[in-house]
């Protein structure tokens, strides 16, 4: 979303489930959070005695009156989910960026792990929101695809985000081969270093044939394309220069969950 749109005002139900999620009493922001917060997007603090959610919400209704444009409020948003600040809390991240996406949703936006807010295909009722979100998992489930890939995926899966459940997804097979071996290198070098040569730390077989040594080489080849293709540059290239349909995420998933079976029956040796 250009710094530069003028963003139309949020409803009022918008703007309460909003402050709800950032006010929230068990995983929400601090008083003094919001207090600085505020003050960092230019809203005034017109309710600080408030409760966290009312102070937010008030504060919220209070700009969008005075300005009849909600940029500020987004602003506080980006603001207050920047990815550096949950360094050391990863799920609050992922709760967070879960329940305002619900919200965001209805307004064509979505907050994406880069803390930034982008452009989406706006949802219009409930029903098509909460389809949205169940029917990717409810297809992969359906292809029976391991439950690695989608607990890694999970918080990505349910905001229908294709882009970045692979990206997840291809996490997770990096985190089984460093789990198993005690290898902390990443993507064809981890592969390389696991799965190849004379004497393999990982073994898919007995590799005592040479087919079998066969299947060895082409699962390490197929773990380097997978890491080439879809890690490296979902990884580096901004969402909007990297469309990927449902039809393409649904199968690449399918073949890192196939990753994972061999994975899971792999031998150290």
């Known amino acids: 979303m250009s710094s530069k749109e003028i963003v139309s005002p949020f409803s009022q139900p918008q703007l309460m489930s909003i402050a709800h999620v950032l006010g929230d009493t068990a995983n929400g922001l ?3 959070e919001i207090a ?6 230019k809203i005034i603090d017109c309710d600080s005695t408030n409760t966290k959610w009312k102070r937010i919400y008030n504060a919220f209704v209070e ?3 005075k ?14 989910m920047a990815p550096e600040c949950y360094t050391n809390d990863k799920e609050l991240f992922k709760t967070r960026q879960e329940k305002l996406n ?19 295909a706006k949802v219009n009722t409930l029903s098509d929101a909460i389809s949205r979100a169940a029917r990717f998992k409810a297809k992969l489930e359906d292809r029976n695809v391991h439950l690695d890939v989608i607990a890694f995926a999970k918080a990505e899966i349910i905001s229908d985000n294709y882009f970045h459940a692979v990206l997840e ?7 089984k081969i460093r789990n198993k071996t005690g290898y902390y290198t990443d993507g064809a070098e981890l592969i390389n270093a696991v799965f190849m040569g004379e004497a393999p730390v990982l073994a898919i077989n007995e590799l005592k044939t040479k ?8 699962f390490a080849n197929l773990l380097i394309g997978l890491y080439g293709t879809f890690r490296n540059p979902t990884a580096h290239d901004p ?31």
Request: hydrophobic share 40%; proline share 0%.
């Open 211 to 218: 087919t079998q040594i066969g299947e060895q080489k082409g």
């Open 36 to 41: 600085h917060l505020l003050i960092s997007s």
């Open 67 to 80: 300005n009849q444009m909600s940029n500020n409020i987004c602003k506080f948003i980006t603001l207050a």
């Open 63 to 65: 700009f969008q009156n």
């Open 239 to 269: 969402k909007i220069e990297w469309e990927m349909s449902e039809q393409d995420a649904l199968d690449i998933l399918t073949t890192i969950s196939l990753a994972h079976r061999k994975l899971d029956k792999a031998i150290l040796k």
């Open 30 to 32: 601090t008083g003094s």
């Open 169 to 175: 997804a291809m996490k997770s097979i990096t985190v």
């Open 102 to 120: 619900k919200v965001l949703s209805f307004l064509g936006l979505e907050l994406q792990e880069d803390g930034k807010l982008h452009r989406i």
